[in-house]
């Protein structure tokens, strides 16, 4: 049974960092890639960012360009997320997805495997 673990959640201050992890486990064979999405209460999940594995290339949403940073491990089937420079609006729930098929990065429902998500506070 595949199954996708994240860690590295927790509460951290305006301007502080923190950093996301998520480890494939059970058998999930090669994926496309993986990425990261979040969501906040009330709100609707959306796209963070994402590595495809084909050329390495990284992916983000413009409202996290040049604070986060995404990295990953093909052989491992690992991702993380460097959060530098956290606000208040980046906290939420933070989902770690996968794809064993073609996909688009940003697209949510293209991914079919998720993880059961770490929260991030970031404190005013």
């Known amino acids: 049974q595949v199954q996708l673990v994240e860690s590295g959640g927790g509460l951290v201050q305006a301007g502080g960092s923190l950093r996301l992890s998520c480890a494939a486990s059970g058998g999930i064979g090669s994926s496309y890639g993986m990425g990261w999405f979040r969501q906040a209460p009330g709100k609707v999940r959306e796209f963070v960012a994402a590595?495809?594995?084909?050329?390495?290339?990284?992916y983000y949403a413009d409202s996290v360009k040049g604070r986060f940073t995404v990295s990953g491990d093909n052989a491992k089937n690992t991702i993380s997320l460097q959060m530098n420079s956290l606000k208040p609006e980046d906290t939420a729930a933070y989902y770690c997805a996968a794809s064993t098929r073609p996909y688009i990065v940003s697209v949510g429902g293209s991914y079919n495997y998720w993880g059961q998500g770490t929260q991030v506070t970031v404190s005013s």
């Open positions: 590595i495809r594995w084909t050329g390495g290339n990284t």
